[in-house]
């Protein structure tokens, strides 16, 4: 154990990386969503966003210290990561553009540890 | 949507109770096994503290705003609150045992909202 | 330690009590301005439950494990507290007055635990 | 502020970054510290690294949406971040020195933010 720990292995690294950039992006996306003229359609995705947001830091937490829990925990943050990519995808706006692309990147890693 | 949030059904509120004592005693507990004697016996078992307490704010936080994915976060919750009782009834400590049956009722609570 | 752990004192308990309520009408007023008519005018106060949620949830499990910085957490979790009661107090609706209570109590009972 | 967020500036990503680093290490350093022949001698270290790991996770989310209390936020992940890198200090292995590292270099980045 203490050898993978000490060498984490590219998998690991990857998807927690994205989950990292994830809840970045996420948070910033929040952000600029609430000073858009039309934040008042944007109810359901911000809330998505702060969904997303918690899901990926927990995700990328239980990745660093080796959770039993992983594959359940990173198969959630599939789920959520593309429900966000989704609502992100219906504007038009940079942030959520970026946000869904980052979104739909740690979806795709995600699900990669889940069949681990 | 709104009349709901400002008379929050009992189901919601129970859960969430449930989620934050969970969180509690996960925390109390995992602070009592680092304390512990035979605390390198309890490395299974205080990472699945650290998990349950996680996933457990997470729950109570995503209820608290009425998320769109509570059915899923919950029943995450409810499988990692299962896997932590589980861990914590191998020890005979009061700690330990108070700590899993908050989990065991927290599972309860959490196997109920998913299949709203 | 373990006495104090297995017989919790009243303080920290009110203290970590408020804060989980506190996380709690944060999230629910969160959700609430969001739907309000006059969103644009409160991203100010959005930003600061967000902000506010998520330092009691971090206060609240830091009293949970007995962390030795619960006196500069909740020395934090007072200061963001009082803003975003300042905040919320700036709208007339029902779950902004509701929340401005509850910040200002989890803001007193912080303000107890770091001179303690 | 949204060319601001468009463009974040190279402070706010550098100590962003640090972050979640340093949550990264403590939580990989809390893993291995629980295996770790002399556990019973880490209970200090082992309970600041969850601290540790908590306020940086909740630093970077803070940052990345342009929180108004990064001041206040950064300044108590400093000091939290100063306790970590001094009780992993003590220990000579690998783990907790590179955490040790992280932790100094997370506190630096904190200590730039507070003064902007």
């Known amino acids: 154990m203490n050898a993978t720990l000490m060498a984490p292995n590219a ?14 992006l996420c948070q910033e996306c929040f952000r600029m969503c609430l000073s858009e003229p039309d934040v008042k359609a944007r109810e359901h995705c911000i809330l998505d966003l702060i969904d997303c947001s918690e899901v990926c830091a927990t995700a990328a937490s239980a990745m660093a210290r080796r959770s039993f829990h992983i594959d359940h925990i990173c198969n959630l943050c599939a ?31 995600c699900r990669k540890m889940k069949s681990m």
Chains 1, 2, 3, 4 share one sequence.
Do not use: G, P, T, W
């Open 11 to 24: 998998q690991y690294q990857s998807c927690l990386d994205a989950c990292s950039k994830c809840m970045q």
């Open 79 to 109: 789920i959520v990561c593309d429900e966000c990519a989704s609502e992100c995808s219906k504007f038009k706006d940079e942030h959520c553009r970026m946000c869904a692309d980052a979104c739909r990147q740690c979806a795709d890693e």
